[in-house]
């Protein structure tokens, strides 16, 4: 098929880590289109990678480096061309003016960059590799449109990453942050040389004064000292909390108490957050969630599960969730093999997000086959 026309937007500086295009016209009112269905009326989810709704295209533009993004309009579908990059997403776009605007989160909407021309609905793929350049380390982007009247489900054509997230093992949110960042650095240290590394290795390796000074990992963990001297009220008593909380949890796994910040090595190989090699040398570990090594309430064994769940399985939900925002009609009858081959994931994978999306009320099924889904928590359909 034919390019009509192309523009190129170099130097994009995304906000928030987002890549918008905008609709910069969008005259539809109050209506509650049957596609694109309700999740219009406000937000603009990416899911794993990039998003399209009525007059909008977000998608997840990682890094500090500018970025490069390339708009084209095409008469009918562009050649398969996802091999070259790294994601690809194809999906359903609604056009209100045919204008398009590339923004940013907060930028407001500025005049089109690009003409779609008088349609009301086009399929949109969205692509992106890393530039991997001398001169840059961000994203090249293109957004191919074509006019397509027959409205579809999005499919994912390449995947550059795992689909389900990483974990959250609770121990980020349980330990005070001066334990957790000798973790990171002696971990990114180790990761740097290619070998496990001792804690002065650590320690000559990340100066960065006032907060890392020769000999910074003999510094006290408590009191801490302010940076203009003055200590607002219940700031000593949150720390003495902190401490009290801290030894708790070296009691339990059997660590001497933390006093300096060279003492947080035994109790991060007793979590697994390090691993103990050698002659006094450490490398990253692989530590299990902390429900599982530390005895928490049921409250806080909850909230450490949603959070994990949450990491691992929100992105690829809203992936799911799209699939059914742009179901002509619900519910959507497929079979696993057939979602998972959309969502470009495994089926056990699908299996987990599909639990996690119905846990949180974004779809739900009637648990027959073959798999009919509908959009929100079960009742609504």
Same mark, same amino acid.
């Given at each position: 098929?034919?390019?009509?026309?192309?523009?190129?937007?170099?130097?994009?500086?995304?906000?928030?880590?987002?890549?918008?295009?905008?609709?910069?016209?969008?005259?539809?009112?109050?209506?509650?289109?049957?596609?694109?269905?309700?999740?219009?009326?406000?937000?603009?989810?990416?899911?794993?990678?990039?998003?399209?709704?009525?007059?909008?295209?977000?998608?997840?533009?990682?890094?500090?480096?500018?970025?490069?993004?390339?708009?084209?309009?095409?008469?009918?579908?562009?050649?398969?061309?996802?091999?070259?990059?790294?994601?690809?997403? $194809?999906?359903?776009?609604?056009?209100?003016?045919?204008?398009?605007?590339?923004?940013?989160?907060?930028?407001?909407?500025?005049?089109?960059?690009?003409?779609?021309?008088?349609?009301?609905?086009?399929?949109?793929?969205?692509?992106?590799?890393?530039?991997?350049?001398?001169?840059?380390?961000?994203?090249?982007?293109?957004?191919?449109?074509?006019?397509?009247?027959?409205?579809?489900?999005?499919?994912?054509?390449?995947?550059?990453?795992?689909?389900?997230?990483?974990?959250?093992?609770?121990?980020?949110?349980?330990?005070?942050?001066?334990?957790?960042?000798?973790?990171?650095?002696?971990?990114?240290?180790?990761?740097?040389?290619?070998?496990?590394?001792?804690?002065?290795?650590?320690?000559?390796?990340?100066?960065?004064?006032?907060?890392?000074?020769?000999?910074?990992?003999?510094?006290?963990?408590?009191?801490?000292?302010?940076?203009?001297?003055?200590?607002?009220?219940?700031?000593?008593?949150?720390?003495?909390? =902190?401490?009290?909380?801290?030894?708790?949890?070296?009691? $339990?796994?059997?660590?001497?108490?933390?006093?300096?910040?060279?003492?947080?090595?035994?109790?991060?190989?007793?979590?697994?957050?390090?691993?103990? =090699?050698?002659?006094?040398?450490?490398?990253?570990?692989?530590?299990?969630?902390?429900?599982?090594?530390?005895?928490?309430?049921?409250?806080?064994?909850?909230?450490?599960?949603?959070?994990?769940?949450?990491?691992?399985?929100?992105?690829?939900?809203?992936?799911? $969730?799209?699939?059914?925002?742009?179901?002509?009609?619900?519910?959507?009858?497929?079979?696993?093999?057939?979602?998972?081959?959309?969502?470009?994931?495994? =089926?056990?994978?699908?299996? =987990?997000?599909?639990?996690?999306?119905?846990?949180?009320?974004?779809?739900?099924?009637?648990?027959?086959?073959?798999?009919?889904?509908?959009?929100?928590?079960?009742?609504?359909?």
């Amino acid at each position: 098929m034919t390019l009509v026309q192309a523009v190129e937007v170099e130097d994009y500086r995304p906000e928030y880590a987002l890549l918008v295009v905008l609709d910069p016209n969008v005259e539809w009112g109050h209506e509650d289109p049957e596609v694109p269905r309700y999740r219009d009326r406000g937000g603009r989810p990416t899911g794993t990678f990039a998003g399209t709704g009525a007059g909008w295209v977000t998608a997840q533009a990682p890094g500090l480096a500018d970025h490069a993004v390339r708009l084209e309009l095409h008469d009918g579908p562009p050649p398969a061309d996802h091999e070259e990059f790294d994601d690809v997403l $194809e999906a359903s776009y609604r056009s209100s003016s045919g204008g398009l605007s590339v923004t940013t989160l907060t930028g407001g909407v500025g005049p089109a960059d690009l003409d779609l021309g008088d349609a009301q609905w086009y399929r949109v793929r969205v692509a992106r590799r890393q530039a991997g350049t001398e001169n840059t380390s961000g994203y090249i982007w293109v957004l191919r449109f074509w006019p397509d009247p027959v409205v579809q489900p999005p499919v994912w054509l390449a995947r550059g990453q795992p689909a389900i997230g990483g974990p959250d093992n609770g121990w980020h949110s349980a330990l005070p942050r001066w334990v957790t960042e000798v973790a990171s650095i002696a971990a990114n240290t180790a990761r740097r040389l290619g070998r496990p590394v001792t804690p002065q290795q650590v320690e000559d390796g990340f100066h960065s004064p006032p907060l890392y000074p020769v000999g910074w990992l003999d510094e006290p963990l408590w009191p801490r000292p302010s940076a203009n001297g003055h200590v607002a009220p219940g700031y000593r008593a949150r720390e003495a909390a =902190e401490q009290r909380r801290l030894d708790e949890i070296a009691a $339990e796994l059997g660590v001497p108490p933390l006093r300096r910040k060279r003492d947080v090595f035994p109790l991060l190989v007793a979590a697994g957050i390090l691993v103990h =090699e050698g002659n006094d040398a450490y490398r990253a570990g692989q530590p299990a969630r902390i429900d599982k090594v530390l005895s928490l309430p049921p409250d806080e064994v909850a909230a450490v599960r949603q959070r994990d769940m949450r990491c691992r399985y929100d992105a690829v939900a809203q992936d799911l $969730e799209a699939v059914l925002r742009w179901t002509p009609r619900t519910p959507l009858e497929t079979t696993p093999a057939e979602l998972a081959r959309r969502l470009l994931v495994s =089926e056990v994978e699908l299996g =987990e997000a599909l639990a996690y999306a119905q846990e949180t009320g974004l779809v739900h099924t009637d648990d027959g086959r073959p798999l009919r889904l509908w959009l929100g928590p079960r009742g609504t359909s």
